[in-house]
């Protein structure tokens, strides 16, 4: 869905009169604000399958810090590979590692291990790879990215399921209101909340090796 028929969608169960635009008066707006409340609170409750994206980092002889390019600091990574040379990366704690490159003669080879270090001016975040690369190796970050930009234009769209999106948007607004014709802000955000656990279970059944525990 568009943000307009986002915020159309709470202003019809709010019995207000619909929008051409998003910013049309000063309570479209209010409630465009609510829809991008609860957008972020929808992206961030599960690793939805619309978020799940790739970035590649390609690497350099000598060089052991690397920006993920668009991951601004909301990239969750689930798996990382040496697309070159096919084998998957494992995590190494920061403080390991920074005494790995820290030594005499740090190992430069393929890198097998990686860790996550500040970010850089434009916000992307910094991984550190070790051994240091002695050779050109495309590593693979698959994860979810959750949008870090608000809905702006009328025609941006919403990525993650739009039911608990435009629910928890409307028992905010209920909640500014103070009660809508008698529907008060607990039974609106109960509402929500079962629509949110719907569409996790629906998502989920997509990735049940993410749901199930296994004894190691």
């Keep these: 869905m568009t943000y307009l028929q986002l915020v159309n969608a709470v202003l019809r169960r709010l019995r207000e009169k619909e929008r051409t635009a998003v910013n049309e008066t000063t309570y479209s707006t209010l409630i465009g604000d609510?829809?991008?409340d609860a957008k972020e609170e929808v992206e961030n409750a599960w690793d939805w399958s619309a978020l799940r994206t790739t970035i590649t980092a390609t690497t350099s002889e000598d060089m052991?810090?690397?920006?993920?390019t668009g991951s601004q600091n909301k990239f969750k990574t689930l798996q990382v590979l040496n697309e070159t040379s096919g084998f998957e990366l494992k995590y190494a704690e920061s403080a390991w590692l920074t005494r790995q490159h820290i030594l005499q003669n740090p190992a430069k080879?393929?890198?097998?291990?990686?860790?996550?270090n500040g970010v850089d001016g434009n916000g992307d975040t910094y991984v550190e790879l070790y051994p240091i690369p002695d050779a050109a190796y495309t590593i693979r970050f698959n994860?979810?990215?959750?949008n870090t930009d608000t809905l702006v234009n009328d025609t941006d769209v919403l990525w993650v399921p739009s039911q608990?999106?435009?629910?928890?948007a409307w028992a905010k607004a209920i909640e500014e209101r103070g009660e809508d014709a008698g529907v008060m802000s607990s039974s609106a955000y109960i509402t929500a909340q079962r629509s949110l656990a719907d569409a996790v279970s629906l998502d989920a059944?997509?990735?049940?090796?993410?749901?199930?525990?296994?004894?190691?």
């Design 109 to 116: 080879a393929e890198p097998y291990y990686y860790s996550f």
């Design 64 to 68: 052991f810090s690397y920006s993920l």
């Design 34 to 36: 609510l829809v991008n």
């Design 205 to 216: 059944i997509k990735h049940p090796e993410e749901t199930i525990w296994r004894a190691v």
């Design 164 to 168: 608990p999106v435009i629910l928890l």
């Design 143 to 146: 994860g979810i990215l959750r």
